[in-house]
């Protein structure tokens, strides 16, 4: 047989127990969509709406009520009791009917125009970032405009200049830019990550739990074809597969759901290329180094939130313990995670996160090398035995 031949009949023997195998094609093509389609549902509208606030008003002047008619106004939150208490609130804010608190002290509005310090009290639930920061900025732009405003009157009655009172009362104005994350939403801001780490588990599954199952072949001496051809294919096959879903990834499902992407196409396909083709080794070393396909998924499971933590967007990577922070680079998934993350979201060149190139090349380097040296050794001892 020509070496021709034998390289097609070997490709197409790797189609084949892809395309064959229910539990993989279950994984990769069933998998890959649901979550696509799955995960980032719960979060579509991106940004929580307005927040169920409770006011205690101890003042209960006509000041006290425009600042309870302006945090109602504002779109992060909606008064929704005004309790006599300061426990009834807490109750309210405990069993959840309620998100915040809003507290007006007593003689706030003979303060605000005597011009004393006075103090509002805010609180939120903090269990959830997104919510706690929607009420709390809702409430601190209520006040902040209402003070504005008494000043402004204030400075009117003492007979100042009009033209001059927006820059005595304000004197710096801040404009916030929310950057890489212009809807300061929890899709712009998770589900790019999650994206490259479905990729890398599913895959990891896959590959790694066919090479096993190939292994089992091989020993009832079912399969006769060299491991100098199948890996190759193997790893050839599963890139091309899973570089058509990465496409798709942070092409069209990004477009759906309206995350921005500022890559450079090449240069976006070079780097999953180079992250696809690691994280194939590493599933096929897996696929060498355990007995069970079943095992591939308990790795998998056991690891997912683990390189959640450790990828650098959900905690910083500088806060991390050195040296989890090192062995957390031996999965292919942190440094994808941190490079297309810099690529997609940030608009970063190829050559601003050679940090991550480098690491996916060691990483290939290890795995591949540790493949070579286990084919090999497996080819002299089936020599000998024959």
Request: proline share 6%; with cysteine.
């Amino acid at each position: 047989m020509s070496d021709k031949t034998s390289f097609w009949l070997t490709w197409l023997s790797e189609l084949e127990k892809i395309f064959k195998d229910k539990e993989v094609l279950l994984v990769v093509f069933g998998g890959l969509i649901f979550y696509a389609l799955l995960y980032p549902l719960p979060y579509k509208e991106s940004v929580p709406g307005q927040q169920a606030i409770a006011v205690v008003d101890y003042d209960r002047t006509h000041l006290a009520r425009q600042l309870i008619r302006m945090a109602d106004a504002t779109p992060q939150v909606r008064v929704a009791a005004r309790p006599t208490s300061f426990a009834e609130a807490e109750t309210l804010l405990a069993s959840g009917e309620v998100h915040g608190l809003l507290v007006i002290p007593q003689f706030f509005e003979r303060d605000v125009y005597l011009g004393q310090p006075t103090h509002l009290s805010f609180a939120g639930d903090a269990s959830y970032f997104l919510i706690y920061g929607n009420v709390v900025e809702g409430l601190l732009t209520a006040a902040v405009t209402l003070t504005v405003q008494t000043q402004v009157i204030s400075s009117l009655m003492k007979g100042e200049n009009p033209a001059l009172i927006p820059g005595q009362v304000m004197p710096m104005q801040m404009k916030t830019i929310p950057v890489f994350n212009p809807t300061s939403g929890y899709i712009s801001y998770v589900v790019p990550a999650v994206f490259v780490l479905i990729l890398h588990q599913t895959l990891l599954i896959a590959a790694g739990s066919l090479t096993i199952k190939d292994r089992a072949r091989r020993k009832l001496g079912l399969q006769y074809s060299s491991l100098v051809l199948t890996l190759p294919m193997r790893l050839i096959n599963f890139v091309i597969i899973y570089l058509l879903f990465a496409m798709i990834y942070f092409g069209f499902f990004f477009q759906l759901y309206g995350i921005p992407h500022a890559a450079n196409p090449i240069e976006l396909l070079a780097f999953s290329m180079l992250f696809l083709f690691t994280t194939t080794l590493f599933a096929i070393w897996l696929g060498y180094l355990l007995p069970r396909p079943e095992l591939v998924i308990v790795v998998v499971l056991v690891t997912s939130l683990p390189i959640v933590f450790t990828g650098g967007f959900v905690w910083p990577v500088e806060s991390l313990p050195t040296w989890i922070d090192i062995i957390s680079y031996a999965f292919p998934a942190k440094a994808g995670i941190q490079g297309f993350l810099s690529m997609n979201q940030m608009a970063a060149p190829l050559s601003s996160i050679w940090r991550e190139i480098s690491l996916l090349i060691g990483l290939c380097f290890f795995y591949g090398g540790w493949l070579v040296f286990r084919v090999l050794a497996d080819q002299r001892s089936f020599s000998k035995t024959t």
